[in-house]
Nanobody, 121 residues
């Protein structure tokens, strides 16, 4: 089993940037594909971005394309989400997940506790 801890959330003005980190421990991190999801109040948890454990494939939600970048460092057991040009509608709790490369949350069996991102307009 893998244990995930997110960090890097906070309050930022629209147009600003944040970098989220997800540190993994437990079973070999490199055997899992990783993803970021987010959940705004009253809404379903939605896919943001995913990366294969090899780092050879990435996938993004339309809302994230061109603004967000997912990356991983297997030497540090950490995956990142660089978020640029943030908008008020990006405000949500962001969750890191480990599992099988997919935009479907049901393919991810391990989740972090989440980190709050608030974008002020």
């Amino acid at each position: 089993q893998v244990h995930l801890v997110e960090s890097g959330g906070g309050l930022v003005q629209a147009g600003g940037s944040l970098r989220l980190s997800c540190a993994a421990s437990g079973r070999a991190f490199s055997s899992y594909d990783m993803a970021w999801f987010r959940q705004a109040p009253g809404q379903e948890r939605e896919f943001v971005a995913a990366i294969t454990w090899r780092g050879d494939k990435t996938n993004y939600a339309d809302s994230a394309k061109g603004r967000f970048t997912i990356s991983g460092d297997n030497t540090k057991n950490t995956v990142y989400l660089q978020m640029n040009s943030l908008k008020a509608e990006d405000t949500a709790v962001y969750y890191c997940a480990a599992g099988a490369y997919s935009p479907n949350r049901d393919t991810y069996g391990a989740w972090g506790q989440g980190t709050q991102v608030t974008v002020s307009s």
